[in-house]
């Protein structure tokens, strides 16, 4: 071989270590690859050479390096380098891709509409805890453009954080705000000032309108009958634009509930709960209008503090409150005290004002509500019963056990001619069950009879001093005058 043909051999061995460093920083090949077709190259040198000599045909430099054997061992380097890069085109497209759809996932989830969003519907699944309330049977309400017909039993439902807001917007449209006012003088020098305000509850969506009779008190005369100087004006909205003037239905001055009718249809009735199962340290809600209706449906919301409470005054005794420390201010009276289910568990009616006390309120229950109101609507007025007997309130479980007498309610005088007296009932009795309910207290015991109506025939026990028995007696209850 002459110095020409060595020459052009090492010149195509160069050219193949490019092409080899070339593949390698690529990433091409593996440096042991290239190492193996080098260490073969000197071979395939010698082969071609045995090749030539029995042939006799003389070969050049350029049929060397194009020797089948060097061509095929670079196409298969080739080959797997154009997998490797195929490969990688798929990884690179499908990181891409992944990439592409996380960015639209983000940008849909930070697209501020809030109904139809991704993000407001991961809120709805995962978020924090929702309170939600549902209004059945709306009247002609618009719901996502669609207008629901009246008498429908649709369900609408507001979801928040807050329990107070949520409570509010089920709520808020059947509380009520009322202004009494009073016309004074001659028709050329009239004038007319305001009385009183407060709130009311809307009981039937034909005008029917549940508030305290301490409210419109001021307005009756001797007789009981509203005043013509009177005004009952009650208001719907808190804007305050338009009022309804109201007659009164029917009042009962010792559950102070009144009931008053405006000529208006299509309202919003409270939903009324339950108030036995009402639980102490409940969450509690109040809507009213505290200070006047200037601040009409004003919400506060606190916990239910105690139930069945009596308070007395010096000139009567509200029985079976529930007292709830959600803030409570002259004009919640006759508003709602409510669940957070939205639903009216009382009717507010006073709060303790004195040095010391804070944030002691009051509603009269929702199930004293249940048994007044309807009277009130049928009758004008509450007939209740009356047993006859005055009752020694001092008598308790301390004196009870003290002297090892029964629990009851001590009878300290009976009314001649009363219905206690006619069964023989007698002083110094201690009455201990009605119809087998055994009677704790005073309190206990007027809640029972309530339940019953005047003419009813109900057994009482009685614990009778002396000998010491207990005696059933048959009485027919009377009505309270």
Known sequence: MDENEKKIIEETAEQAEEKAKEIVENGE???????????????????????????????????????????????????????????????????????AVALLIAASMLI???????????????????????EKDPNNTVIDGQTIPSGSNVEIKVETDSVAAATYAKAAKSVVGIRVTQTTGKFWEKETTTVCEGSGVIYTEDGY?????????????????????????????????????????????????????????????????????????????????????AFMNSVTTGIISGVSRNISSETTTAYDLIQTDTTINPGNSGGALLNKEGEMIGICVLKVV??????????????????????????????????????????????????GYPLGCYVNSVVAGSCADKAGIKKDDIITAIEGTQIIDFFQMRKILLSYNPGDKVTITVFRFGDNSFTDLVVTLDEAT
């Open 112 to 134: 501020p509409t809030p109904k139809n969003s991704l993000f407001a519907k991961l809120i709805k699944a995962y978020g924090n805890t929702r309170v939600v309330y549902y």
């Open 354 to 403: 004195a040095s010391g006390y804070e944030n002691m309120g009051f509603a009269i229950s929702s199930n004293t509500v249940k048994t007044v109101i309807p009277q009130l609507m049928e009758k004008g007025k509450v007939i209740r019963t009356r047993l006859g007997v005055e009752i020694y309130t001092a008598y308790n479980k301390n004196v009870a056990d003290e002297y």
């Open 209 to 293: 309108i549940i508030t305290n009779h301490h409210i419109i008190e001021h307005t009756l005369d001797s007789n009981g009958k509203k005043g013509d100087e009177y005004m009952i004006q009650v208001f719907l909205d808190p804007s305050l634009l338009e009022y309804f003037e109201a007659k009164i239905i029917g009042y009962d001055s010792v559950s102070d509930l009144a009931l008053i009718k405006i000529e208006k249809t299509g309202l919003a009735p409270i939903e009324i709960a339950d108030s036995d199962s009402v639980e102490i340290g409940q969450t509690a809600v109040a809507i009213g209008s505290p200070g006047g209706i």
């Open 29 to 99: 090949e593996t440096a042991s690859d290239v190492k193996e077709t080098f260490e073969k190259l000197p071979d395939m040198t010698e082969d071609n050479e045995k090749k030539e000599n029995e042939s006799g045909k003389e070969r050049s430099a350029d049929d060397y390096i194009v020797e089948e054997s060097f061509e095929d061992e670079l196409k298969e380097i080739e080959k797997k380098a154009g997998r490797r890069e195929r490969a990688k085109t798929v990884i690179l497209t499908a990181v891409i891709t992944v990439l």
